[in-house]
């Protein structure tokens, strides 16, 4: 039943009320009547006066005052009960007085008009208190309290209308009033009850999971009170459902980390990133991680074995994104045996052994000894390899073993190498190699003394000198009789030219 029912019924009860009231006083009245008529003292009123028709048409009845009720609005705007007053007039006849002379009253009939009076007393505070009860239940109704409610909220005055508006609540029978329950979030934000606020966006969204205004206002005042983890508990709640799209532009982004999950064979450095520069929180044992975790500030090593990273990125408010998880295992590998190149065979004097296959952290050792002697293997004892070395002379047997940074080592490589030895310059012949390739670049002319300026040169041994692994004689030149600051290199074995320059007393070459 609602409540224009309600008012109907009300209106309905103070009619039936009020005909109470008529039919009580008429039946009173009558009663008082017939009880006068029957005590009068008819011997004294002439037999003629008594069936005189003419007279009869004329002579009435005193009677008691009889009272109209009748049901109007209050000044508070319930029923209020008003009383008309009314008499019979005993009726005259040419100025004569026919009613029949008055008998004072005896003690039964003062009691039976006692009586009547009182009782009519009694429905008269009935009345009352019906009245009282139907306009205090008017003001508890649903309309009554949301009209006025509305009447306030629209001038924006909440503290007035949220009294209204919760009465309303109370009033309403299906509980479920979305429209009502917006109105009273709005009014107890106004008067900054966030808690109760909150309380009525729940309980519609209890109705209707996915109200759109709902969801919004209330991510909003999470987000607007620094609440972050219940932020982080609401977006959680409506993955995959409809409502997930209301609340997308509070996600935080999941991390993302430098490599994939997977096997390695050496140990990982790992690196975490972020986005709008949140911070990083992480767990290494597969616990789920929180702001309490490790907060990362660099990046991660991973180490030998199997390892579990999760982590999370955390908003300036307290909002979590996703977990990244990422699973890595750290399996190490022997290195591969050693590549030593030359191969095996015979070789001129000065060529250069050197290992092709060296990875970051690994470090070779190698042994070199006579063919003739009793081989050694190579251990970590044993000469670091560091850059290409040049071949010892004669039957040679060269050894390599690689040792990785975790100690794991490589199976052993060797070479046999035969080197002959190789004709040695003089400084003569090798300037005769020289100036052939001076002339050859155009700086030298064919006469072999004339510099291509026109200026006589003259050539003038310095020392001889190994520069980056190579044996050769330096020479220095002049002009004209004018000593010049340029240099020449011969290699004493190959007769390769360079162009020889010094600094702070060290020397560079480069092939000329």
Known sequence: MNDKDNFELDKELAKSIEKLIDEETTVAKAFVDRNLLKNSDYNNIPPKSIYDEEKSKTQAIPEIPSRNVTMGNGSDGGPKASFNETKTIPNMSNGVNNSPPKKKLDKKTKLIIAGVSGAVILVIVVIIIVASIMNNKNKSSYKYNYEKGVEYYNDKDYKSALPYFEKAEVADTSKKNIDLKFKLYDCYIGVANN???IEKLKEILSYESNNEKALTALASNYATNKQGDKLTELIRKYEGTEGQKYLASYV?????ASKAAGKFDVEISLELVSTESNKIYYTLDGTEPTSKSSLYSEAIQIKKGDTTVKAIA?????????????????DFKAPDSPDISPVTGTYQEGQKIEIT?????????????????????????????????????????????????????????????????TKIYTFDESLVLLKARMKATGDLKADGITFKDGKTVEFIYNTRKTIKNIDMYITSYNLSKVRQTNYYGIDVKSGLCYKVTESGGEFSATEY
């Open 195 to 197: 808690d109760k606020a």
């Open 252 to 256: 935080v982004s999941v991390p993302t």
């Open 314 to 330: 955390v908003n300036n408010i307290g909002t979590a994104s996703n977990i990244l998880e990422q699973k890595y295992t750290i």
């Open 357 to 421: 296959n060296l990875k970051s952290g690994d470090t070779a050792y190698y042994t070199v000894e006579s063919k003739t002697d009793s081989t050694k293997d190579p251990t970590k004892d044993s000469t670091p390899y560091k850059e290409a070395f040049i071949m010892p002379p004669g039957n040679t047997v060269v050894k390599v073993i690689i040792i990785n940074q975790y100690g794991l080592s490589s199976s052993i490589s060797s070479r046999n190498y035969n080197v002959v030895a």
